[in-house]
Structure formats: structure tokens, C-alpha cells
Nanobody
């Protein structure tokens, strides 16, 4: 099974920056296809923030374009979400998500991290 380890959340003032990190690891042979971050604010639905395929263009939600940057290291199975000019509306629990194919198990599945809180004060 693959495990996603998230880090980097916290409290920041409006206009500040945070960087979220997510590393995929596990036993057996596996590959990661799409990998990225979603978020859920209190009382709102889960929102896809940014997602990077193995190859191709990265998707960004309109609300974060020009402020957030997703970078991916395929060799290390890692994604970093650099969040700049954070605003109170960015306050949410951020979840790392990866589409995994396990060669040892012979099937694919979506894996989610446990979530990390990002709070932006005004």
C-alpha cells in the first residue's frame, strides 16, 4: 500500500506564503500518475486546487492561478505546493491526492493524505 505524507500547513497572515509538501511511499512496486492537492473549507465542498499529470500541463483552479505553484519530482514521488499571497479565503484543510498503480497488486486506486490545516488571518 502507498502512503502519502503531508507537511507544511500552519497559520499565516494575509499576503504571506506557505509551502506544502507531499511524499508518496510504500511497499511493493508502484507508479504515480496524477498527483496534486485539493482543499476543503468549513461548510464548503472539496475543491481541486492543483494537479500535475506524469506528463503534460498542470491544472490550477482559477482561484489560485498566479498565486500557487505546483512542482513535481517524479523520481522522488513528491509534489510541492508553493502558496503565495495567501488570503483568508484560502483557509481550509489541504489534502494531497495521488492516482496510484500498484504493479504488485495489479490494480490502480486513488490515495489521499490525512490533510493539513492552512489558516490565513486577515
Amino acid at each position: 500500500q502507498v502512503h502519502l505524507e503531508e507537511s507544511g500547513g500552519g497559520l499565516v497572515q494575509a499576503g504571506g506564503s506557505l509551502r506544502l509538501s507531499c511524499v508518496a511511499s510504500g511497499s511493493g512496486e508502484f507508479t504515480i500518475h496524477d498527483m496534486g492537492w485539493s482543499r476543503q473549507a468549513p461548510g464548503k465542498q472539496l475543491e481541486l486546487v492543483a494537479r500535475a499529470p506524469t506528463g503534460g500541463a498542470t491544472y490550477y483552479a482559477d482561484s489560485v492561478k498566479d498565486r500557487f505553484t505546483l512542482s513535481r519530482d517524479n523520481a522522488e514521488n513528491t509534489v510541492l505546493l508553493q502558496m503565495n499571497n495567501l488570503q483568508p479565503e484560502d483557509t481550509a484543510i489541504y489534502y494531497c491526492n495521488a492516482s496510484v498503480y500498484s504493479y504488485s497488486e495489479g490494480w490502480g486506486y486513488d490515495k489521499w493524505g490525512q490533510g493539513t490545516q492552512v489558516t490565513v488571518s486577515s
